[in-house]
């Protein structure tokens, strides 16, 4: 992060998508790096194009609904866009490309969070994707 404010500051970004990834997460750091990119941007009089990108129907909505709408307006004040309900597929030079294949926002930079993947353990609950150990024992 240090490195892209320094790149916003000299003038060579002028756009960051900060991408939140389709699948289990935990995006609250981002919409903050989002945040704070913007404050440090605008406290220097840098014009610079931020957009969030996330699967979410509205912004931080595991927190319910009121706090959606309370984030919403911080993020419409601070400058930043939101493109919710985007699958990002893939990013290919600057593209942010969701399903089907469709280029969402072009950005000179972009900040991803990874997408959470473990093992899931037998009797918890646990996303599709995760895989129990075998319970058979080796012999």
Sequence with gaps: MHGLLQDVEG????????????GITWALPLY???????????SLNFEVQLTIVTPEA????????AASVSVV???ADAGIAVVPN???RRVDHGEVIASPGD???????VVA????EGPGVRGLPADPT??????????
């Design 32 to 42: 903050e790096l989002a945040l704070m990119t913007a404050e440090r941007a605008y």
């Design 113 to 116: 969070l990874p997408r959470l």
């Design 103 to 109: 280029v969402i926002v072009r950005a000179d930079r």
């Design 58 to 65: 509205e912004p931080l909505e595991v927190f319910g609904h």
């Design 130 to 139: 995760a895989s129990c150990p075998s319970t058979t024992a080796a012999a």
């Design 73 to 75: 307006k911080i993020l």
């Design 86 to 88: 985007s699958r990002v």
């Design 11 to 22: 003038g060579y970004t002028k756009r960051i998508a900060f991408v939140v990834p389709p």
